[in-house]
């Protein structure tokens, strides 16, 4: 079987890396952008002497189907793709377009759902892989496997996680195919979420209104890709990056209530407390207890931010 794959973020290369390494991968493509995977993904391509399709944002459709043809393949696995795909492409290759989506469906439809999953506190996370149509992660589904999501991990972590059970998500649906096996399943009509691409509103802590365990989710959520969750204090604008839930005796909302050598120590609603390990500011990566030295003491409250 010829197989391209198109993708765009990091989770990718785990599959990128297993498809070559079977002789079948026929094609890699992804979005020109200047970030750190579109270097890591040029990096990978040449290592591995592999010509990639670099797409531009305009006229997708013409630049799919030249690519396609041209390569012959026989099906495309998409990761991250945010362009939505016309029926005149999706119908090129034998077997069609497959997505593997890092969430389940149609609960996590959208381009983040790794993030939204972390900040909902989500017991459990789910691959998808389902066959694309014209809408956004609305096509059938192939497969889905479902993995225990730790409270310790981080977007970057789920997002590896996810990149490395692709591999045996997409060996399934090969095999499947290949026994003429793939039995695809309708996604219920009427329950599908579209999550957004996070605001600001949805990566501030609001001390008033959020306990310590929803503080720590949201700042794995927001670790790496945002550098942490927003918060301020003194006026400071600082991103929390690690912090642990602690068992101390609480006061107001937001205020600091400890400093020693490894964290600083803040009270959050409902008797929970956090202690922040790392934060990053404009200065750069500190450790929680070097707010000290820019004026932070027991006492001091963080602000409430109004978006």
Known sequence: M???????????FPLLDWLHTQGVLVGVAATEKDNEFFKNFEAVCIQKQIAPRILSKKNTTAQLSEWIETIKADIVLVMAFSHKIKKEVLILPKFGFFNIHFGKLPKYGGGHPA???????EKQATLTIHQMDEGYDTGPIAFELTFDLSPQQNYAMLELNFGYLAVNGVYLLIDAILRNA???TPQLTGNH??????????????????PASEIVALVKACNPWNHGAIARINGLDLKILELCI????????????????????????????????????????LAGETLTELGVNIGDVFDTISI
């Open 2 to 12: 010829r197989i391209a794959l198109i993708g765009n973020n990091n989770a990718v």
């Open 115 to 121: 993030f939204w999953q972390i900040k909902n506190q």
């Open 246 to 285: 602690k068992s101390t005796p609480t006061t107001k909302a937001g205020q600091v209530i400890g400093i020693n050598e490894n964290q600083l120590d803040v009270s959050c609603i409902n008797d929970t407390a956090i202690g922040i390990k790392v934060v990053y500011a404009s200065i750069g990566f």
């Open 182 to 184: 793939l039995q695809l």
């Open 193 to 210: 979420t579209f999550y957004p691409k996070p605001s600001l509103k949805d990566i501030v802590i609001d001390w008033q209104t959020m």
